[in-house]
């Protein structure tokens, strides 16, 4: 009789329970996080000056305060550990006005500081990427004696154009106005203005790429926009598509129409095909035929 392995029925058992353990603590923590968003319907203890349909504030938050001064529009997504401030420290009065204005659809990345302490405006639909630190607020080093920490800061206001796209771990500095539709590349710092449909970079930021009504984007972008799928093509077609750009080039190969994928779209087949090498086989023993009749005829009449 076999002896059961205790030792592997052991390990069965502490994996069994590892698994166990680890999905209860994925779903406690999709739990505490579904509890823990802020949105407009469940805003726990924020109190923003306007909190827009669909927005959310995922969980956790990171610092937020002067609430009141914030405004968000509709169908934000804050990331987890975004960081909003109004004013230099909470509980300020801060006047009737909002300090902090963040547009419709605006999506701020994992990690993000937006420091307002004076008028910070992000205009609609614009994308951070993670870790993106913005400030109206920047320290003075006036005084060489004193400890710049202790010396009053400097503050001017920032305003960020609609579309803009930011990329992860950019720097906008005080005083910055960035136009609409304007790309700030990952880990630059930007400052002064920036003009509309634009690419900046680099620390300081400088125009890499602009686009002009006439001449479109100069230095030209490396590669071809894409193309929308146009509304109603299907799977299969999108398959064939693919297969006709993969095939050998115009001249080399016949191209057929494909009834069965609604039409238009081509099929390509090889001059190399079995059934063309059948088909043109088949002609030359036809023209190989046709030229030895006369010489057979010729022959047999005269023997």
Known sequence: ?????????????????????????????AWVQRTGAVTAEHPGRLRFGALGHGTRLAFPQGTVFGEPWIHLGDHCIIGEQ?????GLMPDLDLGPDPILRIGDGVVLGRGSHVIADTTVTIGSDCYFGPYVYVTSTNHSYDDPHEPIGKQWPRME????GPGCWIGTGAVILPGASIGRNVVVAAGAVVRGSVPDHAVVAGAPARVVRRWYPD????????????????????????????DLETSPEEGSAETETVAGLGGGVPETRSAEDPRDARSAEGRRDTRSAD???????GSGTSA
């Open 1 to 29: 009789m076999r002896v059961p392995n205790n030792k592997n029925m052991f390990s069965s058992l502490t994996a069994w329970r590892r698994r166990v353990a680890q999905r209860a603590v994925h779903a406690g923590w």
């Open 82 to 86: 975004v960081t909003l401030t109004a």
């Open 157 to 160: 206001p920032v305003e960020i």
């Open 215 to 242: 001449e479109g984007w100069q230095p030209p972008l490396r590669t071809p926009a894409p193309v929308p799928i146009p509304e109603g093509v299907t799977p299969e077609q999108l398959l064939a598509l693919a």
């Open 291 to 297: 030229s030895a009749s006369p010489a057979e005829s």
